[in-house]
């Protein structure tokens, strides 16, 4: 077997480091996550402390791999594939971020992991790295175009075409939850977007952004069950599966902002499938509706019949993507 051959069937360490939670595992060829690990993301602790964190928990999971010598045998990492918040630079430097990770801007994510573990590393956008994971091996295998939408602590997207990544001349390409929400589909109520412009659709749709307008427009009585439900998207949902119409009505208001985006971009791009990802895709039996219904009304009669599919990968397609991503490059680098 030659060394193309050997590595492209090689075990690969991929990380997703998000606003939320970094997660990290070993992955196979066949796009199954073995040892893995997931802790909390120190974002407010700035880019130092959410770097350390990421690469102790690297070093951990690939730790735990090499001591399973008889289980994993033959099994050996060869390159190590990142995933990250933020626009990321040729060079593996966080050239842009929000808020959602204060201070990334400048991180060299790249250089830190290559040092720290010795691995050739490849550096992407979490949700580049998502899209590159439904398309090997999720909801977008089998399709030739696919816009992929990670709905989360923030909103981003993914154009992939025949399995390349449309990054656009700055790696800003598919910056969904960075398009304007026109006032008609926000119910007029205007919030400013975690990178300082307003009314773009991660601030009004977002994980966050759903339980603080939900919390806004609580009455006083209700500000006690408010609070709990502002901390934990989950409450929120929980009482609009019991009825509370407050709670349905905010989910349906970011449902419907979703859906209409996504209708102006089927206009654009006119992909064979959508996928939609992320912690808020948790609730899409509560989103998919006003979703579904909003996308119809916007799309052209072609586009409006685009498919509509949920992540097949859920929380592990970025790490699942970051480990395609840098598989692909090692066979692009052997002769």
Excluded at 39 to 67: D, F, S
Excluded at 174 to 181: F, N
Aim: aromatic share 2%.
């Amino acid at each position: 077997m030659n060394a193309k051959a050997a590595t492209g069937g090689a075990w690969v360490l991929g990380v997703d480091i998000g606003g939320t939670k970094t997660i990290a595992a070993i992955v196979g060829p066949d796009g199954k996550p073995g040892p893995s690990s997931q802790v909390a993301t120190p974002a407010r602790e700035g880019p130092r402390a959410v770097l350390e964190t990421a690469i102790r928990t690297a070093r951990e999971v690939l730790a735990g791999h090499r001591q399973q010598r008889d289980a994993h045998a033959g099994h050996a990492v060869h390159a190590c594939g990142i995933g990250t918040a933020g626009t990321v630079g040729p060079d593996g430097t966080i050239s842009y971020a929000t808020d959602t990770l204060p201070g990334w801007a400048g991180t060299d994510v790249r250089g830190a992991f290559a040092r720290a573990l010795d691995l050739p590393t490849v550096v992407l956008n979490d949700v580049h790295a998502a899209a590159r994971g439904e398309y090997a091996h999720g909801a977008a295998q089998g399709h030739r175009t696919a816009l992929v939408v990670w709905i989360g602590t923030g909103i981003g997207g993914a154009i992939i075409d025949a399995g390349t990544v449309l990054a656009g001349r700055t790696s800003t390409a598919g910056s969904v939850g960075h398009v304007p929400v026109p006032a008609g589909w926000t119910g007029g109520d205007r919030r400013q977007c975690t990178c300082g412009a307003w009314d773009h659709l991660e601030a009004h749709a977002a994980g966050p952004a759903i339980a603080a307008r939900y919390l806004r427009l609580a009455s006083s009585e209700d500000l006690e069950q408010a609070s709990r439900a502002a901390a934990d998207l989950r409450a929120i949902a929980a009482l609009a599966r019991a009825g509370d119409s407050l709670a349905l009505s905010v989910i349906e208001q970011a449902g419907t902002a979703i859906g209409a985006v996504l209708g102006g971009l089927s206009n654009m791009l006119d992909p064979d499938v959508i996928v939609l990802g992320g912690g808020v895709a948790a609730i899409s039996d509560l989103l998919e509706r006003a979703i579904r219904r909003a996308l119809a009304d916007q799309a052209l009669p072609g586009p409006a019949g685009t498919e509509l599919a949920f992540s097949l990968l859920g929380p592990m397609a970025a790490v699942i993507g970051a480990s395609v991503a840098a598989r692909t490059s090692l066979l692009q680098v052997i002769p």
